[in-house]
């Protein structure tokens, strides 16, 4: 038991936030730069040059941004059980990457805690992410219905999914998981890193901004500037809190909110598309 105990610990850090050193030495540079681009280059990096293209396709298509739409949860297989599994994947992968980018700071030396995952949250946590969640997601929600009455932003159908017994709890499940994925990697992944390499806080932040942004360009200008802002907001809240659970249950709410109030409003509300 001690032992299991002193892996947790190991496993989970000191629990304060890591004060790193930037690293000077030109190999141990290279390679943290090797890892970070090959970690954005199969996670959420690629997903930003495929959101690129995704936006470049549907300004070349006729027609404005906003008579176009794109769906965030689609469905895939025309067997409701193998569509079942198949989205579960999608959860698995996005576990998958939030586990790549704790698993590679805690072998560097740097536990969980460290980036503000301790074993369970606080009520704090939840209280300032519930608050966090309705700040942002009010605008977040005026600016997309701005930028889509300009054209700027594509219709975004937050599920597409058929009505079946798994529908609620997979959009549930795709939330967290979009959650925990995004926060840890682009945040506490993210920033730590940049940090080692001597990056400055202001550019650090920039860079997690910029990089949130990228991957929802499929949406169009609206989804990219809205998430940007985000970005920023919730950086800068990690640099000077160091806990990651309130950004976590802030946006795991308003995923939640998105993809299963839409999958139960629509065709109920005459303003939803």
């Not at 930028?147 to 529908?167: I, K």
């Not at 970005?231 to 939640?256: C, E, K, S």
Request: a positive charge; charged letters at 10%; aromatic letters at 8%.
């Amino acid at each position: 038991m001690n032992a299991r105990r002193a892996g947790l610990r190991a496993w989970l850090g000191p629990g304060r936030p890591a004060q790193l050193d930037v690293v000077a030495d030109p190999g141990q540079r290279r390679a943290l730069v090797v890892e970070v681009v090959l970690v954005l280059a199969v996670t959420l990096g690629l997903s930003g040059l495929r959101s690129l293209l995704a936006l470049v396709d549907a300004l070349l298509a006729p027609g404005s941004l906003a008579q176009q739409s794109v769906a965030i949860n689609a469905p895939v297989r025309k067997v409701p059980l193998l569509d079942l599994f198949y989205q579960l994947t999608g959860v698995i992968q996005l576990l998958a990457w939030a586990g790549l980018g704790g698993y590679l700071l805690w072998r560097s030396g740097i536990g969980l805690r460290c980036i503000g995952l301790p074993p369970r949250p606080a009520t704090r946590d939840i209280g300032q992410g519930a608050g966090l969640a309705a700040l942002i997601g009010g605008p977040g929600l005026g600016l997309y219905l701005l930028a889509r009455a300009a054209g700027l932003n594509l219709t975004v159908l937050p599920s597409a999914l058929n009505d079946t017994w798994w529908r609620i709890p997979v959009l549930i499940a795709a939330a967290m998981a979009n959650a925990l994925a995004e926060e840890v990697l682009v945040v506490g992944y993210l920033i730590t890193r940049l940090r080692q390499l001597g990056t400055g806080e202001g550019r650090a932040v920039l860079a997690s901004a910029a990089l949130r942004g990228s991957y929802h360009l499929y949406q169009g200008f609206g989804g990219f500037v809205g998430n940007l802002v985000m970005g920023l907001v919730f950086a800068r809240i990690w640099q000077r809190t160091y806990r990651l659970y309130p950004l976590i249950t802030a946006h795991a709410l308003i995923d939640t909110v998105a993809f299963v109030g839409y999958a139960v409003l629509h065709g109920h509300v005459s303003w939803i598309p």
